[in-house]
């Protein structure tokens, strides 16, 4: 069983910047894609962000992109999410996931199958 666990969240301005970390288990080699997701109240949880297996391909959602970079170290077993530029519709819980299914796109919940409990990102003046 894969154990992630999510932190970095905090309330910021909008134009400040965060940078969230998810650290995993280490069970056994590696756990494939890796991905953030982010839930606001009364909405659907959406993809924000993957990468691959090496780290060397990285995905983002349009309302992201130019703004939050994704990378992974392995000698860590972690996973990051720098965020720049923020605005107040980035406002949710930051969810990490892993272990992607192939037959979903890389940022649909659905294709992942290990999940955190999330960590809070806060936009506001």
């Known amino acids: 069983q894969l154990q992630l666990v999510e932190s970095g969240g905090d309330l910021v301005q909008p134009g400040g910047s965060l940078r969230l970390s998810c650290a995993y288990s280490r069970l056994t080699l590696d756990y494939g894609d890796m991905a953030w997701f982010r839930q606001a109240p009364g909405k659907e949880r959406e993809g924000v962000s993957s990468?691959?297996?090496?780290?060397?391909?990285?995905y983002y959602a349009d309302s992201v992109k130019g703004r939050f970079t994704i990378s992974r170290d392995k000698t860590k077993n972690t996973v990051y999410l720098e965020m720049h530029s923020l605005k107040s519709e980035d406002t949710g819980l930051y969810y990490c996931a892993a272990d992607r299914s192939p037959y979903f796109p890389r940022l649909d919940p659905r294709a992942y199958i290990y999940w955190g409990q999330g960590t809070q990102v806060t936009v506001s003046s």
């Open positions: 990468i691959s297996t090496s780290g060397g391909n990285t």
